[in-house]
């Protein structure tokens, strides 16, 4: 704790003060107050007026109530005069008879993000570690998922997952299998590499871009004291890509908890169903549409929470840095 | 910047003679190939390789099948461009380039893509540098909004935007308005998270620099500031364009009547009903498009930092 | 004076109409956008609480609460013209892109080319993929289409919403000449006020020929039980679609009544569909009957008639053989699920007259079986004799209209005294058949 500051030191400290009207400890440039919220503001507004009340609409609508003609949602925008009716209702269903399909979409995404994040990390790695002169071709091809359509990927794998598809030949014609398998019928395993093949792009680059900017003299430093490559590894690279792992998860897992598509797509069967089916069944039938927005919320609230520890670790880091 | 393995001289080490880095055996011998810690990991590199062949095989042979001279759309039949520029049996409007529905459509998925591109990006950039500077809890919560926009499933942000349309704002007209809109909103996050990452690594010296010497500081942003951003705003153009011409939730809550629904809605539309080579054509279209936009964004960023290109590490640090 | 929140009506979900008024100005005037929001609770689309005497039609089955009669075979709708229909003896509108709004790829684009060829207009088609979808883009009055395929169960709602415009029959005279005469007094619009016929079809089993024989399935005292036959294990399909799944197992339990809110009837039509998740691995699909089927992804499923007519399109081989595996089974009293389309002409429609005279071209026996030649789904022509169907040739395909060994799929005029119609639930009914549903895909029974 510093003594109390001498009274001739007043002037020194109003200057100090002064620079420090952009919010940050004493630099060298000097910008005034206003100067960074005006690039902010344009896109603050707009993710204020075209998300934030969008979102408003859905609550108003999960409280609200129903067209006595055409059955369609009509949100109540007073607070004061929602209804809880909805909610109870999907609560229960929730806290219910949609366990077992809760469990089993958190399962999936579980096991689908396991391998997303194995898979991502060692391609991130070897690539970045030990790419070489080939570093820009990888980059290319790492970042050529993104360009291509979601739908036609999954599309592809369809056409050879079929019963007569080239990946049952190649199966039959190996013997790994003695009979062609039907990949598209209600099997976990297809839900989940499918979860798998369209998420895993945007887990790799996240972290290339972390693991390619490592400081070699820090893991220099493990191997001069003595640690093998895995130690180094375990003990040096693993707890420094922490944020990376954080970020990457966040674009990865939480959007997967929604995700309904790949499930339509590669397994129609009840067996396999994630809630992202339930919202969208909601979602499509005429009436329903105060229980749709309910699930809604239940998946947005769910999600918010590891969203917020993700972005206090940020601002943890960034204090740090 | 730091340096990987991969940028030291090349040595090999095994002409040179037993001079083992570690240990005290002869990389040439197994246990001491083994223990070389500077030998490139084969297991790593195979898996990387099965990885991509993974990724990208299936879709190399769905751009095949689009030149399938019959209509099966996993058995190779023969070569023909019909599903492109002919009069395919099963489709009789004609082929992607001569069906006028279909032509409509591309152009829609180019428009919407463009104009998403260029107000998404600009404002996303804006946000993240004024994000990076200044600390407080509107920031925070904005950018909060900004990533939960993001990870929040897309048909969520669709129908709200479609019942905010409706109900709320009915002067934004269904078609492509509200659609430009409601993708703009939807990927505005990109841009801020690409830009911020790579902010974050910048720190503040270059400006002070050059307000220091004399530079104001919107000459600060623009001549220090944003050259150092270039790579990062390319790649978020590139991949907003990418993002936007296959979105097919949003665009298809708000679409008003055909002619404002592109080519991602016709491929959906497609994979519900008969699967024909038609729609690996169409998807293989946006595929090239996407990739002709994201050449060019490479070409430009050569050029841009023509003075000041180095090795293709450093072009890829930046761009993460 | 307001009412208090808590005094609820139960069966409007807790508001009336009146309320729902209230509370949407007081909105209105605490968000932006209030002309706008005053203008949405002023929309045509809520009716009033009064007597069934000011109602848009007159039914005898008219549930308590319920803004307009339900129709159902046994008691027919007749629909007040809420305005006049346009003027008879005007001309077709000149230079006009007649907006038509369908199913997707649901008409031959050459039927309708043909008739703006004949009528020196331009056409735009744009497509729904669910009558949600659809009802909810008409609402917002933004989009004016002049030809609209409704489904007859949402009649109700379009013309208690002023949605849809009363026909001018003079422009029309083809579905008299032409079409059944059950037509010109459907039970879901009598005196043909609103809407003319499409397509009719039935819902009944596609299944592969050479798999299961076609005395096999109808040798079976209840072959609605094939669905459940563990042999076909993971090749068993039935539709996405809460009606036709439920209302099939109805029907497999010997239930007729495919509007039934009895809630033993409903329960036991979950679990039996739930029983097929575990015998059979059940899946869903919208297209599983004339794409997977001739594809081999199933060997058998739920399928509507003109699915299996048009199922010969879509097999990888293009032969005669190939084509004898596609197979479809009806009850032999017809005694299942019969269904059939409307089109209507759009309140907004730009271009009446030439909507009038589309309707009219439709229902003209040429271009209608022309149609048919297409999508598979036959249309309600006098001249088409349901007996012929499988021996005449069709002048696009060179072939059958409908295959010899598919006659189960030849809808008959009959089969709308005899088949029970699908038709529109009050909201409580609804909800419990969307729980089933939710339950049957939840794997809960």
């Known amino acids: 704790m510093s003594a109390k500051e001498p009274a001739s030191r007043p002037r020194l400290r109003l200057r100090l003060r002064r620079r420090r009207r952009s919010g940050e400890e004493a630099t060298g440039a000097w910008y005034p107050r206003w100067y960074w919220p005006t690039f902010a503001f344009p896109g603050t507004l707009w993710v204020l007026v075209l998300f934030l009340l969008p979102f408003y609409v859905v609550v108003s609508i999960a409280f609200g109530t129903v067209d006595p003609v055409f059955q369609s949602p009509l949100p109540v925008y007073e607070p004061w005069f929602w209804t809880t009716k909805y909610l109870l209702e999907e609560w229960d269903l929730v806290t219910g008879q949609f366990r077992s399909v809760e469990v089993r979409t958190l399962v999936y995404v579980l096991v689908a993000t396991a391998i997303c994040l194995v898979i991502a990390y060692t391609v991130a790695y070897y690539v970045a570690r030990f790419g070489g002169k080939r570093k820009g071709l990888f980059l290319t091809l790492l970042i050529a998922p993104f360009f291509i359509s979601y739908l036609m990927r999954m599309l592809s794998w369809v056409e050879l997952l079929q019963p007569n598809g080239y990946v049952n030949s190649v199966l039959t014609f190996l013997h790994i299998t003695p009979h062609p398998i039907n990949w598209l019928a209600g099997v976990p395993f297809t839900v989940v590499v499918g979860l798998v093949y369209g998420y895993i792009p945007y887990m790799i680059l996240p972290l290339y871009g972390f693991l390619d900017r490592i400081d070699q003299s820090q893991l220099e430093a493990g191997r001069d004291l003595g640690a093998n490559p895995f130690w180094t590894f375990v003990r040096v690279t693993l707890p420094l890509s922490k944020p990376a792992i954080l970020a990457s998860l966040v674009i990865v897992t939480l959007p997967m908890f929604g995700d309904y598509y790949t499930n339509n797509l590669l397994s129609g069967s009840p067996k396999t169903t994630m809630f992202g089916n339930l919202l969208d069944n909601s979602m499509e039938a005429t009436g329903q549409g105060p229980e749709a927005a309910i699930l809604v919320l239940f998946l947005a609230v769910f999600l918010l929470i590891p969203m917020l520890y993700y972005m206090r670790e940020t601002a943890k880091a960034q204090r740090q840095q | 910047m730091s340096k990987t393995v991969s940028e030291r001289p090349r040595v090999d080490r095994r002409s040179e003679g037993p001079v083992p880095p570690a240990g005290s055996r002869s990389t040439r011998t197994p246990l001491g190939w083994w223990r070389n810690p500077w030998r490139r990991p084969r297991i790593l590199a195979t898996l990387t390789w099965a990885y991509l062949a993974w990724s990208l095989l299936p879709v190399l042979i769905a751009v095949g099948i689009s030149f399938n001279s019959g209509r099966s759309n996993s058995v190779w039949q023969g070569f023909s461009t019909q599903w492109w520029w002919g009069h395919p049996s099963a489709d009789p409007s004609g082929a992607l380039f001569v069906s006028p529905e279909l032509r409509a459509a591309m152009i829609q998925s180019l428009r919407l893509s463009f104009l998403t591109m260029f107000i998404a990006v600009p404002l996303g950039v804006a946000f993240a540098i004024g994000i990076s500077r200044w600390r407080g809890p509107v920031p925070a919560g904005a950018n909060f909004l900004m990533l939960f926009s993001f990870v929040i499933p897309e048909i969520i942000v669709g129908i709200s935007m479609f019942l905010f349309f409706t109900y709320l704002l009915k002067f934004v007209h269904l078609g492509t308005g509200g659609q430009l809109l409601a993708l703009v909103t939807y990927q505005i996050s990109y841009p801020v998270i690409i830009v911020r990452a790579r902010m974050l690594s910048i720190g503040k010296e270059y400006e002070e620099a050059a307000t220091d010497l004399g530079a104001s500081p919107t000459q600060a942003i623009r001549r220090v500031l944003l050259p150092l951003l270039y790579p990062a705003i390319l790649v978020s153009f590139a991949l907003v364009f990418a993002d936007t011409i296959d979105d097919f939730i949003t665009v298809r809550y708000l679409s008003a009547g055909a002619n404002t629904e592109p080519l991602s809605v016709k491929i959906y539309n497609f994979s519900r009903g008969a699967l024909t080579p038609a729609i690996n054509a169409a998807a293989t279209f946006l595929l090239f498009s996407t990739l002709v936009v994201a050449v060019i964004g490479v070409l430009l960023y050569r050029r841009i930092t023509r003075g000041q290109r180095g090795q293709t590490q450093e072009m890829t640090e930046h761009l993460t | ?445």
């Open chain 3, 1 to 445: 004076m307001a009412r208090h929140p808590k005094e609820r009506r139960p069966d409007l979900g807790g508001m009336t109409r009146r309320e729902v008024l209230k509370r949407s100005v007081a909105a209105s005037l605490a968000l932006p956008g209030a002309a706008a929001l005053l203008e949405a609770c002023a929309r045509p689309g809520a009716t009033s609480e009064g007597s069934h005497a000011n109602g848009p039609g007159a039914g005898k089955y008219w549930p308590a609460g319920s803004p307009y009669p339900l129709a159902r075979q046994d008691s027919p709708v007749t629909w007040k013209l809420w305005r006049q229909p346009i003027k008879s003896g005007l001309a077709p509108e000149k230079g006009a892109t007649l907006q038509i709004y369908n199913w997707d790829s649901y008409i031959f684009p050459r039927v309708v080319k043909e008739f703006c060829a004949a009528y020196n207009c331009k056409y735009q088609i744009t497509t729904f993929n669910n009558i949600d979808e659809a009802l909810a883009k008409m609402r917002t009055g933004q989009l004016q289409f002049d030809i609209f395929f409704p489904t007859p169960d949402i009649l109700g709602k379009l013309i208690t919403g002023k949605l849809l415009q009363p026909l001018n029959h003079s422009y029309v005279p083809h579905l008299v000449s032409d079409a059944w005469e059950t037509y010109q007094n459907p039970f879901y619009d009598q005196g043909w006020h609103y809407t003319v016929p499409y397509a009719v079809y039935t819902t009944g089993i596609g299944y592969r020929r050479d798999l299961i024989s076609d005395a096999q399935i109808r040798g079976m005292s209840n072959p609605y039980d094939i669905l459940w036959d563990t042999t076909y294990k993971g090749k068993v399909g039935i539709y996405d679609d809460y009606r036709e799944a439920i209302s099939m197992a109805l029907l497999k339990n010997g239930i007729s009544d495919l509007n039934t809110g009895n809630k033993n009837y409903i329960n036991q039509a979950q679990q039996a569909l739930v029983s097929m998740i575990s015998a059979v691995n059940v899946r869903t699909s919208i297209n599983g009957a004339y794409i997977g089927i001739p594809k081999g992804t199933y060997d058998v499923h739920q399928a509507w008639s003109g699915d299996m007519v048009a199922s010969w399109f879509y097999t990888p081989k293009q032969d005669m053989k190939t084509w004898q595996t596609l197979g479809y089974w009806f009850p032999s009293d017809r005694k299942g699920a019969v269904f059939n389309d409307t089109i209507t002409i759009p309140a907004s429609a730009q271009h009446p007259v030439l909507a009038h005279r589309f309707l009219d071209w439709m229902m003209t026996f040429k271009n209608a079986m022309l149609n048919f030649s297409w999508n598979g789904y036959q249309p309600p022509q006098r001249k088409a004799d349901p007996t012929e169907l499988t021996t005449t040739k069709s002048s696009y395909t060179g072939e059958p209209y409908v295959w010899p060994w598919l006659a189960d799929a030849v809808v008959h005029e009959s089969d709308f005294h005899t088949g029970y119609f699908e038709e529109e639930l009050t909201p409580q009914v609804d909800a419990l058949w969307h729980n089933a549903w939710q339950a049957f895909n939840s794997g809960v029974s």
